[in-house]
Structures are given as structure tokens and as C-alpha cells.
């Protein structure tokens, strides 16, 4: 005959059981759910804390954004944010921003812009050149040979894929006639330009650069020639800048 006590026993024992049995359904059900599928922080706000980071990633497991402290190659860590292009391999850096310098990258790893933190102002990439010209021709830049020379040149950072350029031309000598070209590192840009005894403009490109690495430092020169007549055939470069493409 089974006792009052051992009656207790038995039912709180199952009782417990089917505690457990609850217990370890709802763990497996939490495991498999989607969680945190919407949420809102309020006024008390959300803290990382012990070098933490929040990482967000698309459905494909690719991270978009880590906040936080990001990993280096070299095995450190720095405070910051990452974000990232979310291209099939994945794990590329499209922005950072680390100790305060804000910098935006290309596809094969070149920063393209950053602010300029050393001066607390402004920013860092792009160079920004500014173009200045004389206005009396006879001044300018000449040549009275028959074949092509340099008469003006320039260095460029090779940062954008392609260069505008705003050319100003004349010869000095009534009946005098000539040609100018642009070149850039052996390679012609644009039409070859004619000259004649009237001061005019011509517009070269936008047109693409010479191929070469990010940041390659290329020649960029205007050539001209005389064609006919005794006097000389001039030009002044009056604006110029590179451009996307």
C-alpha cells in the first residue's frame, strides 16, 4: 500500500518533470526562432561594453555595418565603424570612420576621400587643383616650329578616370596657322586642335586618362606646332580638372 508521503513525492517529482520537459521545449523553440525581429531602445539608450561590437548582416551572413571595435590584419583593435559593400565575396570596406578621420574607399582599396583631421578643417582627398591664365596672348606660351613641342606641362595625381580641359588659342601673326594636341603620358587626349590668327576656345573631353595604378603621378603636357605663315602659335590652358566617370 502506497503511503500519503510517498504519494507527494510522486506527484512532485512528476510535477518537476514536466517543468523540465517544458523547460527544454522552450529552449529548443527559442534556438530556432527568428529573434528580435523588431525592436525599439528607449530613453535609456543601448551600451557596448568590454570591447563589444554590433555587427549588421544581410540574409546571406555578409556584414553591412560593424560598430564598435573593429579587427585589424595585423591582430589589433580600434574603436570605430565599418561599412560595407555587400558584394558576393563580402568583407569589403566601402567607409570607415576611425579616431575621427571619416574616409570612403574604392573597390580596390584606395581611400578616394577623408577629412583633413591634422587641420581640423576641411578635406584630405581629393586634391583640388585651381587653374589661373593670363589674358594677353602674346604672353602666352609659343612656338614657331614646324614639328610638335611642349609648350605647356603639368604633373597630375592620377586620382579620377577622367580630365576636362578649356584651351585658349591664337597665332600672333596675321596668316599664320598651326595645330595643338594634349598628351598625357605618351597617349593623345582628345582632337588635335586647330589654330589660326583669331583668339579661340576649345573644350577637350571629359575624356578618359592613360591606364595606370590609383595615385600614379602622370605628365600631362600641350604640344603645338606651326603650319603656314612666319609667326608663332600660342595657347594657355584656362581650366582644368579630373572627374569621375
Known amino acids: 500500500m502506497v503511503s500519503r508521503a510517498d504519494q507527494v513525492e510522486t506527484s512532485a517529482i512528476g510535477a518537476l518533470m514536466r517543468k523540465v520537459a517544458n523547460l527544454e521545449r522552450a529552449i529548443r523553440e527559442l534556438r530556432a526562432a527568428r529573434r528580435l525581429e523588431a525592436a ?9 561594453r568590454s570591447g563589444g561590437a554590433a555587427v549588421v548582416e544581410d540574409t546571406d551572413g555578409r556584414r553591412i555595418i560593424r560598430l564598435g571595435k573593429v579587427p585589424f590584419p595585423d591582430g589589433s583593435t580600434k574603436p570605430g565603424l565599418v ?23 574604392d573597390r580596390q582599396g584606395n581611400i578616394v576621400m577623408a577629412t583633413d583631421e591634422v587641420s581640423g578643417q576641411g578635406i584630405a582627398r581629393p586634391w583640388l587643383p585651381v587653374t589661373w591664365a593670363g589674358v594677353d596672348y602674346t604672353q602666352w606660351p609659343g612656338t614657331t616650329s614646324g614639328t610638335f613641342g611642349v609648350i605647356l606641362e603639368t604633373l597630375l595625381p592620377r586620382q579620377q578616370p577622367r580630365i576636362f580641359l578649356r584651351l585658349r588659342h591664337t597665332t600672333d601673326v596675321s596668316g599664320t596657322t598651326g595645330e595643338l594636341r594634349v598628351m598625357c603620358a605618351g597617349v593623345q587626349l582628345g582632337a588635335t586642335v586647330p ?3 583669331a583668339v579661340n576656345t576649345t573644350d577637350i573631353g571629359p575624356v578618359a586618362l592613360p591606364d595606370a595604378p590609383f595615385g600614379t603621378t602622370l605628365g600631362l603636357s600641350v604640344n603645338a606646332r606651326r603650319t603656314a605663315g612666319t609667326g608663332a602659335v600660342r595657347a594657355a590652358v584656362t581650366a582644368s580638372w579630373t572627374q569621375q566617370s
Not at 561599412?83 to 574607399?105: I, Q, Y
Open 195 to 197: 589654330v589660326s590668327f
Open 83 to 105: 561599412a560595407f559593400r555587400t558584394t558576393a565575396e563580402g568583407g569589403e570596406v566601402a567607409m570607415s570612420l576611425f579616431d575621427g578621420v571619416l574616409a570612403v574607399w
Open 40 to 48: 525599439s531602445i528607449g530613453a535609456g539608450g543601448l551600451t557596448i
